[in-house]
């Protein structure tokens, strides 16, 4: 027992590790959590896109770190590249797809009271879910 509890706080940085989450569209990895916030790194794999989408109560940053994404964004489509970031409010659907041949990167921060992955409120999705 006092093993584990030395170890479990030597190496508290590697207990915490998130693992890293395959969706059809490519997978996602969580970085840090804190009280009302969450920071993660989506990868979403070339001519793939995440479902239309909006959250009851989070609000998200995104920033494209490599890439080129079309964002949906209610009624509105932008192109996003690299070095361009998104607010999304919550409650706003929202899209993103890979318009390239390489994985689009991006990091995600969510703000929010309720920062779980069954907040999501899917209106289409090309994989099924729902």
Do not use: C
């Not at 490599?66 to 409010?89: A, C, H, L, Q």
Request: without cysteine; positive net charge; charged residues 30%.
């Amino acid at each position: 027992k006092e093993l584990l509890t030395f170890l479990s706080k030597k190496f508290e940085n590697v207990i915490k590790e998130y693992p890293v989450i395959k969706r059809p569209w490519g997978s996602y990895e969580v970085f840090m959590v804190g009280k009302h916030y969450l920071v993660k790194k989506l990868i979403i794999k070339p001519k793939s896109s995440i479902s239309l989408q909006k959250h009851k109560f989070r609000s998200e940053h995104w920033v494209v770190v490599k890439g080129t994404g079309r964002f949906y964004f209610d009624e509105e489509i932008y192109k996003v590249k690299v070095n361009e970031s998104i607010y999304i409010p919550k409650l706003k659907k929202h899209k993103i797809e890979n318009m390239g041949k390489t994985d689009l990167i991006i990091i995600e921060v969510q703000t929010g009271a309720y920062l779980s992955e069954d907040d999501v409120i899917r209106f289409s999705d090309n994989y099924g879910r729902v």
